[in-house]
């Protein structure tokens, strides 16, 4: 299984940014992918999640309301489409992946590279 994000860059507060997460080797359709961040001096935090063969999605609190995740099957990529974005979304960004059910008490099987968001004016 491979992961790889993408579409980081420098936002303004209250800009937007759509990440992306192209994702290939699963061999069923019974997996999740879910992103992640890390910010500089941070442990890692969940961001959002969706278990592809339930539809279900997941966020965290902070960003509930700001962030929504979605899929396309046929281009088998995960998005991650952020709005009113705020400094302390400022992170490095990944995309990870297991199969079957997830919750935040498992752990992700597969990572891939991140991706810097950065918020600032």
């Known amino acids: 299984v491979q992961l790889q994000a993408s579409g980081g860059g420098l936002v303004q507060p209250g800009g937007s940014l759509r990440l992306a997460c192209a994702a290939s080797?699963?061999?069923?359709?019974?997996?999740?992918i879910g992103w992640f961040r890390q910010a500089p001096g941070k442990e890692r935090e969940g961001v959002a999640y969706?278990?592809?063969?339930?539809?279900?999605?997941n966020y965290a609190d902070s960003v509930k309301g700001r962030f929504t995740i979605s899929k396309d099957n046929n281009k088998s990529a995960v998005y991650l489409q952020m709005n009113s974005l705020k400094p302390e979304d400022t992170a490095v960004y990944y995309c990870?992946?297991?199969?079957?059910?997830?919750?935040?008490?498992?752990?992700?099987?597969?990572w891939g590279k991140g991706t810097l968001v950065t918020v600032s004016s």
């Open positions: 990870a992946g297991k199969y079957g059910y997830y919750n935040h008490e498992m752990a992700m099987d597969h």
């Open positions: 080797g699963f061999t069923s359709d019974d997996y999740t």
């Open positions: 969706v278990i592809n063969s339930h539809d279900i999605t």
